[in-house]
């Protein structure tokens, strides 16, 4: 059988060989494992295209920056709402051509070059066995005695991490630097990316975790582990999107195109939420697999637009730089 | 003798392969940016933190090897083998190890709780010059050791022939060879230090841990603010060449002369309270160094079964490129086995991997397609890192044969393949072998400066073991770090013992 399915992915490769289009999709790193997105993605989309889809991983935009005009990329999948002021000014984006009216953001979406494909929200994740009481809003997480740990992501190196200062400017606003000092006694350790944090977390090593309101969902369906879960606060939670493009440079416009519409279908839509755990930007609740409508989700969704976010970005880091060193 | 214009070649390598891939960001940049705010903080404590580490590596390691260096006893080998895996281990996966045993939860507060003594905490900056000394202390344990072994073994029979005390003995034999090889293996890991990140923020515990690669991975990765990257790398260079050159002038003694090139054994330290000084080194050093590699093997079994088809293609790739990478690495190591070439080598690390993989993607870029480059890429990159510990190994015990047999040679009229094949490569086995076992150990676990290189198909071991923690597998990753970890030492353990084969080390 494996001897087969070798041969009939051999077959299908020197047919694309042969006289496929290739469609060049930039990913992040982690999209293109065996546990990511990218091998459904590529699946299903080859089935309905006739071409050949090809993903190349690595740094998204450095590398579409580096390349200018000469990239390869047809689409880029992956980006995230803090660089799209970066990407848009660079020229490099075209228009998405979609409409947009089947997308259930709770925020409003009106951008006519990157297309949402999933969400969350930034939120400490905990587990239960452990945390008997969570913290119930970000104030009482400020008051909570120092013995509660919390491990949390750097802003200066990972997309998370950012996404955290600019949530605790979204709250506390002038008050940042002051939060952070209330909070530093009970951050454990700042990490470089997200996997370490976690890895710390499972270790058993903070009780809270710097994560999205959507990782507990990970550990229902392919653990059957209830114990993890967010803790949702009043007060808000900032809002991640990830998002797709397709280049100005492109030759292949009119597949590209094809792609990005794609991403809004709802099999695209069906098979993100567990592919990536995250919430597909395009599906009503009630077609969300079912460790996913189990989910605690904030009614409060907090965003700054990206030019918002970049004039707030560096007073956000310095806030939290500031307010951790005291 | 080796001839001189390969030497150059092999230099202007090295200069070629560090300075050309930040001239060409700074090119790409346009010009120099400026620092941002907290980069001069991130200076100060990079330096400090980088000089504390290596300070404590290197003095740990005197009174280590020398304790092994004149005892026998079963195990010794093995030991001496396993010296080199925490170097090895990809970095998340040894800090998640120092953790479970210095962490919160660990072993140690688990201890002094059950005791019912306050907990110690290891976030802070001694909880990053502690995991430095983890992975730096038994790195200098070894080229000190190799230091001890190559005092002729004639001097040692001199000396307790004459009845020397242990103090004339230190002076006369022992301390001017550490004299020779301590600050050089000072120099080494202050510079790879100097480059830490992951390990300097995890364990700092905050902001204040800040590093200048942090900084450099912010302005490459974040804000593509590549002037301010290549700023920050040319100033990391200059710290380690400085480094590089206080070491050079420190270094300084000649050597023992000839010897009659054999290992015998050892008269001195034979003592009660030299003999239990001893036996408590190599217990201390061998229990922190080997208890958070059990504790990652003890995490690592259960993830075992979870590893797909991927995982063990990957660890294909990965040993594939740490076989070419060593044989690249001692090829271009013999030539440049000098004191002036090692630190030339240091740049090899000096230089951040990002901006070497940044400048090396835009040089490449215009004659060839980079994601087919991948692999290729991984491999001279991973033989440039590690050649200043090959240096490093090598240097000394080269430049002892070339002064004692160089003229002998001459006068013979040696070619320079003769000299190579009868004279140095015989003399240089054991180097040789250790330098080979850490090479390949290194690249087995090196990430780093592929990230625009990616190929989906051409996916190394540690970057799977990364991948898989980024999905939420935490318990795949470590069965993926046991294994990383277990080819690594095989691999080390198999080159370092052929070089060790017939001789009494």
């Known amino acids: 059988m494996k001897a087969l399915t070798f041969a009939a992915g051999f077959l299908a490769a020197s047919a694309a060989l042969a006289d496929e289009t290739v469609l060049t999709v930039y990913a992040p790193d982690y999209f293109t494992s065996e546990w990511g997105p990218g091998p459904k993605i590529e699946e299903m989309f080859e089935a309905r295209c006739g071409c050949d889809l090809q993903f190349k991983p690595g740094d998204l935009l450095p590398r579409i920056l580096l390349e200018g005009e000469r990239t390869e990329a047809d689409v880029v999948i992956g980006l995230n709402t803090d660089v799209t002021k970066q990407a848009r000014e660079s020229g490099l984006f075209a228009p998405h051509g979609q409409d947009l009216s089947p997308l259930t953001l709770p925020v409003a979406w009106t951008d006519d070059t990157f297309l949402p494909f999933n969400y969350g929200h930034t939120a400490f994740v905990y587990n239960t066995e452990r945390l008997a009481q969570a913290p119930a809003s970000f104030d009482d997480l400020l008051n909570a005695p120092d013995d509660l740990k919390l491990v949390i992501q750097d802003p200066r190196s990972s997309i998370s991490g950012l996404a955290l200062v600019l949530w605790v400017q979204a709250v506390y606003g002038d008050r940042a630097q002051e939060a952070w000092a209330k909070l530093a006694p009970k951050v454990l350790t700042v990490t470089k990316g997200w996997s370490e944090s976690y890895g710390l977390f499972t270790d058993g090593e903070a009780d809270m975790v710097l994560s999205y309101t959507t990782s507990p969902a990970y550990h229902i369906i392919a653990e059957g582990d209830l114990t993890k879960k967010a803790a949702i606060f009043p007060e808000g939670h900032y809002f991640m999107v990830e998002l797709a493009a397709r280049t100005a440079t492109t030759d292949v416009p009119e597949l590209a195109e094809d792609f990005l519409a794609f991403i809004l279908t709802e099999d695209f839509q069906s098979m993100i939420a567990t592919g990536n755990w995250s919430i597909p930007a395009a599906l009503s609740a009630d077609k969300w697999p079912e460790g996913f409508r189990q989910l605690d989700l904030p009614e409060t969704v907090l965003f700054y637009s990206e030019d918002e976010a970049a004039a707030l970005r560096d007073q956000a880091i310095e806030a939290w730089r500031q307010g951790l060193s005291q | ?505």
Not at chain 2, 53 to 68: E, Q, T, Y
Not at chain 2, 316 to 327: G, I, K, P, Q, Y
Not at chain 2, 407 to 423: D, K, N, Q, Y
Not at chain 2, 463 to 484: K, Q, S
Request: aromatic share 8%; with cysteine; hydrophobic share 60%.
């Open chain 2, 1 to 505: 003798m080796a001839s001189r214009p390969v030497a150059v070649i092999a230099a202007l390598a090295v200069a070629g392969l560090t300075l050309g891939p930040v001239a060409a960001v700074l090119a790409r940049a346009g010009g120099w940016a400026a620092l941002g705010p907290g980069d001069l903080d991130a200076l100060r404590f990079t330096v400090w933190q980088a000089l504390l580490s290596a300070l404590f590596s290197v003095a740990l390691a005197i009174p280590a090897a020398r304790a092994l260096a004149r005892r026998r006893f079963a195990g010794r080998g093995l030991l001496v083998a396993l010296l080199g895996a925490p170097f090895i281990l990809p970095v998340i996966v040894a800090v998640l190890g120092l953790i479970a045993v210095f962490g919160q939860n660990g072993l140690l507060n688990g201890a002094l709780r059950a005791a019912g003594l306050p907990t110690v905490s290891i976030y802070g900056l001694h909880g990053v010059v502690l995991a430095h000394v983890f992975f730096n202390l038994p790195l200098a344990t070894r080229m000190i050791l190799q230091g001890w072994l190559a005092i002729p073994a004639e001097r040692f029979r001199l000396a307790a022939s004459l009845g020397l005390t242990p103090g004339a003995l230190f002076r006369m034999l022992e301390w001017p060879m550490l004299l020779r090889i301590a600050p050089s293996a000072f120099a080494v890991i202050f510079v790879i230090c100097l480059s830490s990140f992951a390990v300097a923020l995890t364990l700092g515990g905050g902001p204040r841990a800040t590093t200048v690669e942090l900084a450099i991975y912010q302005a490459v990765r974040f804000e593509f603010d590549l002037g301010r990257a290549a700023l920050l790398a040319v100033i990391q260079l200059g710290l380690a060449m400085a480094a590089g050159l206080v070491a050079l002038v420190l270094a300084r003694g000649t050597g023992f002369g000839a010897g009659l090139d054999r290992q015998v054994a050892r008269w001195d330290g034979q003592g009660r309270a030299a003999r239990l000084g001893d036996a408590a080194w190599i217990v201390l050093v061998a229990a922190f160094l080997l208890t958070p590699l059990a504790m990652v093997v003890a995490r690592g079994v259960p993830g075992l079964g979870q590893l797909g088809a991927d995982a063990w293609e990957a660890a294909r790739h990965s040993l594939l490129v740490a076989l070419a990478s060593t044989a690249l690495c001692l090829a271009w190591a013999l030539p440049l086995a000098t004191r002036r070439g090692e630190v030339l080598g240091l740049a090899g690390i000096a230089v951040s991997p990002l901006v070497i993989g940044t400048g090396l993607f835009l040089i490449v870029r215009p004659f060839a397609n980079p994601f087919a480059l991948a692999l290729p890429v991984t491999t001279l990159v991973n033989a440039l890192v590690a050649l200043p510990f090959a240096l490093r190994i090598l240097a000394p015990q080269a430049e002892a044969v070339r002064r004692d047999f160089g003229r002998l040679s001459a006068g013979l009229g040696l070619t320079p393949l003769a000299w190579l094949r009868l004279v140095l490569l015989p003399r240089l086995r054991r180097p040789l072998g250790f330098a080979a076992g850490l090479t390949a150990a290194l690249s087995m676990g090196d990430l780093g400066v592929i990230a625009l290189f990616g190929d989906p198909d051409r996916e190394t071991l540690p970057l799977h073991v990364y991948r898989l923690m980024g999905a939420y597998r935490t318990e795949a990753a470590a069965g993926g770090a046991l294994v990383l970890l277990a080819l690594s030492l095989g691999l080390f353990w198999a080159f370092d013992r052929g070089g060790r084969v017939g001789a009494e080390a």
